[in-house]
C-alpha cells in the first residue's frame, strides 16, 4: 500500500515537472506536436507569421542599403563635380558622355560596392554580438548583411555581364573579355561562399520564435524566413518602382539567390540548434508593418520627385 501510493506520488511529481517545463518554454497550450514518425510539426499558422515578418524587413532592409547606395554613389560623383539628381530607380548624372574621365567613372561608379562592404564588415561585427538575443531586429542586420553582399559581388558579377554599373569601371579599365569572364566568376564563387559562412548565423534567428530548431522543420522554417521573401520581396520591389524599372538593378536584386541556396543546401545538413527555455510568441508585428509602409511612401514620394546633389 505504501509502495502504490509511492509510485503515484512519483507519478503526480513527474507530470508536475512536465507542465513547469512546458509552461516555462512557453509551450504549454500552443506546443509543437509530434507525428506518428515522431518528428515535431509546427502549426502552418506560426510559418506564415515568420514569413510575414520576414517579408517586411526583407524590403525595409532592401530600401535601407538600397538609397544608401544611391546616394554614396551620387556624392562620389559631386567629388568630381558631376551634378546630379537621385531617383528611386536610378542616379541622373547631369553630365555629357564624352566629359567623362576615366578617373570619375572608376571613382564614381566603384564608390557604392566599397561604401557597401565597409559598412558590411561593421554589420557583421554588430550581429555577432547580437547573434543569441531574442529580438527580432537582428533578422533585419541578416537582412541588410545579404543585401549590402549583394550591392557589392552581385554588381560586380551583373556589371560584368550587362557592362552596367560596375561594369564601367570594367570597361573603362580596358579588360578584355578574359577579364571580365575572371571577374563573373569571382563574383559567383564570391557569393556563394558567403552564403556558406553566414548559414549558421543566418540559422541563428530561429531563435525570435523558437527554443530548439529541429530537423524536422528546419527546411520549412529556412524557406519561410528566407527563400519566401525573397522572391516576394523582389516582384513587390519590381512592382513600387513601376513604371520605372532597371534590368540591371533587377538582376542585382536577384542574384542573392546565390547567396540563399547555399544557406538552404548547408543548413539542411547542420545538426539540430538548442537555444534556450524562455518563452516564446509567434505574432505578426503590426509595427514593422507600419515602418515599411512608410519606407514604401518616402521612398516613392521624395525619389519619386528627385533629390539633386
Excluded at 530607380?89 to 578617373?103: A, K, M, S
Excluded at 560586380?156 to 566568376?185: C, E, Q, R, S
Aim: glycine share 8%; hydrophobic share 50%.
Amino acid at each position: 500500500m505504501h509502495n502504490r501510493k509511492l509510485r503515484a506520488g512519483n507519478r503526480f511529481y513527474v507530470i508536475y515537472r512536465k507542465i513547469r517545463f512546458l509552461s516555462k518554454r512557453g509551450s504549454l497550450f500552443t506546443s509543437s506536436k509530434k507525428d506518428n514518425s515522431g518528428r515535431i510539426r509546427i502549426p502552418g499558422r506560426d510559418f506564415n507569421v515568420i514569413s510575414f515578418n520576414s517579408l517586411l524587413l526583407f524590403l525595409t532592409a532592401y530600401f535601407i542599403i538600397y538609397c544608401l547606395n544611391l546616394f554614396v554613389t551620387g556624392y562620389s560623383a559631386i567629388i568630381f563635380n558631376i551634378p546630379v539628381v537621385v531617383y528611386y530607380h536610378d542616379v541622373d548624372y547631369l553630365i555629357r558622355g564624352i566629359d567623362w574621365t576615366p578617373d570619375s567613372v572608376s571613382g564614381v561608379f566603384s564608390s557604392g560596392p566599397i561604401a557597401m562592404f565597409v559598412l558590411t564588415l561593421f554589420m557583421l561585427i554588430l550581429y555577432k554580438t547580437v547573434e543569441t538575443e531574442k529580438g527580432i531586429l537582428k533578422l533585419l542586420l541578416i537582412w541588410m548583411i545579404f543585401h549590402a553582399f549583394t550591392r557589392v559581388f552581385g554588381e560586380i558579377l551583373i556589371g560584368a555581364i550587362l557592362n552596367k554599373g560596375f561594369g564601367f569601371v570594367i570597361l573603362y579599365l580596358f579588360l578584355m573579355d578574359t577579364g571580365k569572364v575572371i571577374l563573373t566568376i569571382f563574383g559567383f564563387v564570391a557569393m556563394f561562399s558567403i552564403g556558406l559562412i553566414l548559414t549558421r548565423p543566418a540559422l541563428y534567428t530561429a531563435n525570435i520564435y523558437f527554443n530548439d530548431l529541429h530537423s524536422s522543420y528546419r527546411s520549412k522554417f529556412i524557406f519561410r524566413q528566407f527563400i519566401l521573401p525573397f522572391i516576394i520581396g523582389n516582384i513587390l520591389i519590381f512592382l513600387i518602382k513601376l513604371p520605372q524599372y532597371n534590368y540591371f538593378d533587377i538582376g542585382v536584386n536577384a542574384s542573392m539567390v546565390l547567396i540563399l541556396i547555399p544557406v538552404m543546401v548547408r543548413g539542411l545538413g547542420m545538426a539540430d540548434f538548442y537555444f534556450d527555455e524562455d518563452p516564446r510568441m509567434v505574432r505578426r508585428n503590426y509595427t514593422l508593418l507600419l515602418a515599411t509602409m512608410l519606407f514604401v511612401i518616402l521612398f516613392r514620394v521624395v525619389l519619386g520627385i528627385g533629390v539633386r546633389l
